[in-house]
């Protein structure tokens, strides 16, 4: 079965192609499609907040897509998610 793209207005250019990245994202986090994200201290990424502290605070990413993770995972503290 093949994936059906929806368009959902995230991606305002029609520059392509769109430069996407596999990252860390700290765990204990429920995140949507199109959440900013900022990277800690420790470099991984989580939802970027004006109040934090730890360097997320800054935006450094959007969101785009959920992987699944195929491989056995480097620690049980985090996900590597699509952005």
């Known amino acids: 079965m093949?994936?059906?793209y929806t368009p959902d207005n995230l991606?305002?250019?029609n520059s392509f192609p769109l430069t996407t990245e596999v990252?860390?994202?700290k765990a204990d986090q429920?995140?949507?499609r199109g959440a900013v994200l900022g990277k800690d201290s420790?470099?991984?990424y989580l939802l970027s907040l004006s109040t934090a502290s730890d360097g997320s605070e800054v935006p450094k990413r959007i969101l785009l897509k959920i992987l699944i993770q195929q491989e056995p995972m480097e620690s049980s503290s985090f996900l590597r998610w699509g952005i």
């Open 2 to 4: 093949s994936e059906v």
């Open 11 to 13: 991606i305002a250019d």
């Open 23 to 25: 990252v860390t994202i």
């Open 30 to 32: 429920i995140l949507k």
């Open 42 to 44: 420790d470099g991984k």
